[in-house]
């Protein structure tokens, strides 16, 4: 009991099994790469370790183990992670040996153990068994699927003691009738961890070192094993594509509800995406369809309607962000107001008030505020002044097919309709263009560029072309009769 008093004083690491192919999900990509939610699915019991307070998390690789690598450190900031290589996949225990050099040096009493495949665990569910493994050798969460299946069959004594974990595979028939089973998660005392793992034998129907009889060898030697039990879909892992999109809807709404507790309203959430990362203010709106992706933020009071993406951007306070709009990376300021149908690409800026309508497309752009865009338009590498109006149809030429040119048009300039702007120009303040130009030269502050063909009307032309179509020959002769005329 002394060593297991010790164990709690001297803090908690963690081991992230992560190493396996995931063969079930049928894909070219590792299992713990698979996106969930806008993290990679090892990304997410990851963050409950470090929830749970284990520092540092060592996480054991083997399929496209540099990948992994990258994309876990890059998804889990705010965790203290090392990673361990597993070159060949010899089984649960040979995965924890292969961390063995990390968890020493890690002068943790305790350690965490959990695989890379269970997203839906949480950081208090750790937590509490990270307590009840403050006295004992191995404290391990279980618990009662409705179809034991696969699952290793928790074993325990006459006085209801845990004595061993039975893997399906080798077990009898009777074995098999056991509800109780093994989720793969567990709290062991390092002392006892590092000592145990030496006396793993692949003795058994997969021929692997099964970290599951280290709870048979703890049992044996007379040590603690604690049984601490756990919901199934916490703990359930993820082994094909249906398990993931099962993850993938209980995280969301798990991610939903929180924001719904901190005072952001949805019309359907469980019709609304939103990743992980993604902060929102309160009062905001979310209509169905919406997809909030990646490093998104929101201000209070936004607006998203129905069926709109927001990709890496940030909305200000009070932003309305109207139907099927696509964002990505983009900043729209205070109170300004996107499509229905806008689509505003990386670079572009909407200023405090500006708005853009329907059909408008705006990349590398900066609209000032309460400058308008109303209608079907492209503003590409533009710096577009406050308060300026560009008529429906105009379109900045930003690209000669070789190089990409910026437009300016300074604060309070009109564009007319369906003018073409031919970069690099610059349209200087309070500055007009009339509709249907092509505008190639400068147009100084306050100036009316005019680039287009002068109207004529022609009097009369309609009568006479009429009289003319009635005054035509009567028609020749048929199709038929014309071919036969020219063979003869
Ligand atoms: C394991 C348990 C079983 C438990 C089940 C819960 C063992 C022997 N069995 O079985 O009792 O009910 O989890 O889901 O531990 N991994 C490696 N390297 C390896 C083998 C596995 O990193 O050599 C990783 C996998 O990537 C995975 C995790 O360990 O994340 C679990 O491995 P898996 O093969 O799925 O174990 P199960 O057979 O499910
Ligand atoms: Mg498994």
Redesign the pocket.
């Known amino acids: 009991m002394k060593t297991i008093e010790k164990n709690r004083k001297k803090g908690l690491a963690a081991v992230?099994?992560?190493?396996?192919?995931?063969t079930r999900m049928r894909s070219s990509v590792a299992?713990?790469l698979h996106p969930l939610c806008g993290l990679p699915l090892g990304a997410w019991p990851i963050e409950a370790a470090r929830a749970a307070g284990a520092k540092p998390i060592v996480v054991?690789?083997?399929?496209q183990a540099e990948e992994a690598g990258l994309a876990l450190s890059k998804a889990a900031p705010d965790a203290r992670l090392s990673f361990a290589v597993?070159e060949?996949?010899?089984?649960?225990?040979?995965?924890v040996m292969?961390a063995r050099r990390e968890i020493e040096a890690s002068k943790a009493g305790r350690v965490l153990i959990l695989?890379?495949?269970?997203p839906c665990l949480t950081g208090s569910t750790l937590s509490r068994l990270a307590r009840a493994g403050e006295k004992a050798d191995i404290a391990l969460l279980t618990f009662e699927p409705a179809e034991p299946g696969?699952?290793?069959?928790i074993v325990r004594d006459e006085r209801g003691r845990v004595t061993g974990?039975?893997?399906?595979?080798d077990a009898t028939a009777a074995q098999k009738k056991i509800r109780e089973?093994?989720?793969?998660?567990y709290c062991m005392g390092t002392g006892f961890l590092l000592r145990a793992l030496d006396g793993l034998t692949d003795d058994?129907a997969?021929g692997?070192?099964?970290?599951?009889?280290l709870v048979e060898l703890a049992s044996k030697e007379g040590g603690k094993v604690t049984a601490v039990s756990a919901e199934e879909e916490e703990?359930?892992?993820v082994?094909d594509r249906v398990d993931l999109a099962r993850a993938a809807k209980m995280l969301r709404a798990r991610i939903n509800d929180k924001l719904m507790r901190g005072g952001v309203s949805f019309e359907d959430p469980s019709a609304t995406y939103v990743d992980a990362g993604v902060k929102i203010g309160a009062d905001s709106m979310i209509a169905a369809g919406a997809h909030l992706i990646g490093e998104t933020r929101l201000g209070t009071g936004v607006e998203i309607g129905p069926c709109a993406v927001v990709q890496n951007s940030h909305l200000q306070a009070g932003a309305v962000i109207k139907a099927h709009s696509v964002l990505d990376s983009a900043t729209v300021e205070a109170g300004a107001s996107v499509g229905p149908f806008a689509r505003l690409r990386p670079g572009t800026v909407i200023g405090r008030k500006a708005s853009v309508g329907n059909f408008v497309e705006v990349k590398n752009a900066r609209l000032g505020e309460g400058a308008k865009s109303g209608h079907l338009t492209y503003l590409g590498d533009a710096d577009i002044g406050p308060k300026a109006n560009i008529g429906a149809g105009t379109i900045t030429c930003n690209y000669d097919g070789k190089d990409k040119f910026r437009t300016k048009i300074g604060r309070g300039c009109f564009i007319g309709s369906n003018s073409a702007l031919v970069a690099p120009v610059s349209i200087g303040k309070n500055g007009y263009v009339a509709a249907g130009s092509t505008i190639t030269q400068d147009i100084p502050e306050g100036a009316l560029g005019v680039a287009r063909g002068r109207q004529r009307n022609i009097e009369g032309w309609t009568s006479r072309t009429k009289a003319k179509k009635i005054s035509r020959p009567t028609p020749g002769p048929s199709r038929p009769a014309r071919r036969k005329r020219r063979r003869s």
């Open positions: 992230v099994l992560a190493a396996g192919k995931g299992k713990i054991v690789v083997g399929h597993q060949e996949q010899l089984g649960t225990g040979h995965a292969c695989c890379g495949d269970v696969r699952y290793g069959r974990i039975v893997e399906a595979a089973v093994n989720a793969g998660i058994n997969q692997e070192l099964y970290l599951t009889d703990v359930q892992g082994n």
